[in-house]
């Protein structure tokens, strides 16, 4: 099944600042998907980012605020901007396994903004 | 919508204890299903995929069911050991290629 290496593991940063997540893949994928879980909360897809085109955004979540980049088939990054307290939480990618039919995912990037 | 939700939020057993795990789901119509495992913090592992036309499927000590008439599936866990504590969570797809909806979890703790 697919790897995916995911980066920072963990991070504490102040607000008003901004993250890049990156997420590499060892083999090449459609779609990737990015995912948060906020503290004690399950998961919540934030947007499917596919190579080539805009990612497609879940609603509650916006553009400007989780700039999302995909510039090959192997590759994204997922920043979340201007940070607040309320931003802390575990951000995750994943990919779909075209072996499998299941899902991968990243080891997670525990945010911490204070 | 698809909603998944899990019972019990939360789950305390001596070892050695079988379990089960309970997830269900509202659409009926999905494509397949997945169980996770993720420890304080981390990222998810995944345990077992049951693809829309299977009913089962086995690894080691875990066992998972799927019911997609009644929307149900359990993870059973035989002999559970301390290193089984964690959250597990279900998951199921309506496409291929589509995201996944998760339920809200079981936390597992195994008392040595």
């Known amino acids: 099944s697919a790897v995916i290496s995911q980066k920072p593991s963990r991070d504490i940063c102040q607000r008003g600042t901004s993250l890049t997540i990156q997420c590499q893949v060892d083999s090449q994928v459609t779609m990737m998907f990015w995912y948060r879980q906020q503290p004690g909360q399950s998961l919540t897809l934030i947007a499917t980012a596919n190579q080539g085109s805009e990612a497609t955004y879940e609603s509650g979540f916006v553009i400007d605020k989780f700039p999302i980049s995909r510039p090959n088939l192997t590759f994204s990054t997922l920043t979340v901007s201007n940070m607040s307290p309320e931003d802390s939480s575990i951000y995750l990618c994943s990919v779909e396994d075209r072996q499998t039919y299941g899902y991968t995912f990243g080891s997670g990037t525990r945010l911490t903004v204070v | 919508k698809q909603e998944v939700t899990q019972i019990p939020a939360a789950l305390s057993v001596p070892e050695g204890e079988n379990l089960v795990l309970n997830c269900s789901f509202t659409d009926s119509a999905i494509y397949n299903l997945q169980w996770f495992r993720q420890d304080p913090g981390k990222g998810l592992t995944s345990l077992l995929l049951i693809q829309s036309s299977q009913r089962e499927q086995t690894s080691g000590r875990l066992n998972a069911s799927l019911d997609k008439s009644s929307g149900r599936s359990t993870l059973y866990i035989a002999a559970s050991q301390p290193g089984d504590s964690a959250t597990y969570l279900c998951?199921?797809?309506?496409?291929?290629?589509?995201?996944?909806?998760f339920g809200g979890g079981t936390r597992l703790m195994v008392k040595p």
């Open positions: 998951a199921v797809t309506n496409n291929a290629g589509n995201m996944l909806t």
